[in-house]
Nanobody, 113 residues
Framework: VQLVESGGGLVQPGGSLRLSCAASGFTFSSYTMSWHRQSPGKERELVASISGPGRLTNYADSVKGRFTISRDNAKNTVYLQMNSLKPEDAAVYYC???????WGQGTQVTVSS
């Protein structure tokens, strides 16, 4: 199993970023995928998840209405569109198979003016 995140960076408050996670080594469409985040001094938290076919999604209350998780099973990729970013969204974002069985290396998101 390999998960490779990309798309992080520095963005101003109110801005947007789109994270990608390229997966390999397993039958991607058969698994729920999720995004998590961790900021210094805090526990890693679940941000969003999406079912294998992509029909069911769930979000943390803190990101509902601002973040959208999606997937392209033909490309073995899961995305996290992040809009209206706030300073408190700054963290390392991790992609996971399921709800935490395998992890990528993470991508840093910094929200600052």
């Amino acid at each position: 199993v390999q998960l490779v995140e990309s798309g992080g960076g520095l963005v101003q408050p109110g801005g947007s970023l789109r994270l990608s996670c390229a997966a390999s080594g397993f039958t991607f469409s058969s698994y729920t995928m999720s995004w998590h985040r961790q900021s210094p001094g805090k526990e890693r938290e679940l941000v969003a998840s999406i079912s294998g076919p992509g029909r069911l999604t769930n979000y943390a209350d803190s990101v509902k209405g601002r973040f959208t998780i999606s997937r392209d099973n033909a490309k073995n990729t899961v995305y996290l569109q992040m809009n209206s970013l706030k300073p408190e969204d700054a963290a390392v974002y991790y992609c996971s198979r399921g709800l935490g069985s395998y992890w990528g290396q993470g991508t840093q998101v910094t929200v600052s003016s």
